[in-house]
């Protein structure tokens, strides 16, 4: 099993309805983010968590918004999804213990038409 | 957080060495480098980290000049399978800071 999940894998949803992408982690790491990824570009941060209490906004959170339910879940809304939202998601861990690597989950793919 | 610069893109053969430069002219004294790549589809692997000199691991080599404004990735006798995209980072003490991504450097492996 991976140690970073995400769910669902593939998304295709209307303009204006809300979203929810999951993750969930069993690495035990407090640290969480959120990265959006678009064709040819490379990654984006939206949001991270340094523990379940702190939330920070990231280059790209308008649009978005986060909940972190635990330590090992970590949840990126879209409010109203609109088309420019298309994306590739992905999730992402890491401990200061580790030098700060990044693992990532396998993607979140969002089509809003 | 201090700005990379990468090439967009390079080309290579198998069994060559391929050396990635990354420019980080404004690098701050807590900076760390760090580097990541990327498969289509998937997210980014960590490959390498450093703060001066050189540093080696089982995959790649990380050259950092004492003024520390550029480092180049070193991938020794490249296989097709590290066609991907090669990302350089910047960030404060490990674990302690929030690592930005740019666009990366696209490295085309062909026979």
């Known amino acids: 099993d991976a140690d970073v999940t995400q769910t669902p894998r593939n998304r295709i949803t209307k303009t204006g309805k809300r979203i929810m992408l999951e993750c969930s982690q069993t690495k035990g790491h407090d640290r969480m983010y959120w990265y959006r990824q678009d064709p040819g570009l490379g990654l984006r941060l939206i949001y991270y968590s340094f523990d379940v209490k702190d939330i920070n906004k990231g280059e790209i959170s308008d649009g978005y918004s986060v909940s972190r339910q635990a330590q090992a879940k970590f949840s990126l809304s879209l409010e109203s999804a609109i088309p420019n939202q298309t994306a590739l998601y992905f999730c992402?861990?890491?401990?200061?213990?580790?030098?700060?690597?990044?693992?990532f989950g396998e993607g979140s793919r969002l089509t809003v038409l | 957080l201090a700005k990379t610069t990468q090439p967009i893109s390079m080309d290579s053969y198998e069994g060559q060495e391929v050396n990635i430069t990354c420019s980080h002219n404004n690098i701050a004294t807590n900076d760390y480098i760090t580097w990541y790549q990327q498969f289509p589809s998937q997210g980014p692997r960590f490959i390498i980290q450093g703060y001066k000199t050189k540093v080696t691991n089982e995959v790649a080599s990380l050259f950092i000049p004492a003024d520390r404004k550029s480092s180049t990735l070193s991938l020794p006798r490249v296989s097709l399978s590290d066609t991907a995209v090669y990302y350089c980072?910047?960030?404060?003490?490990?674990?302690?800071?929030?690592?930005?991504f740019g666009t990366g450097t696209r490295l085309l492996v062909s026979p």
């Open positions: 992402a861990t890491s401990d200061p213990g580790e030098d700060g690597e990044l693992f």
């Open positions: 980072l910047v960030g404060g003490v490990p674990g302690f800071q929030k690592l930005v």
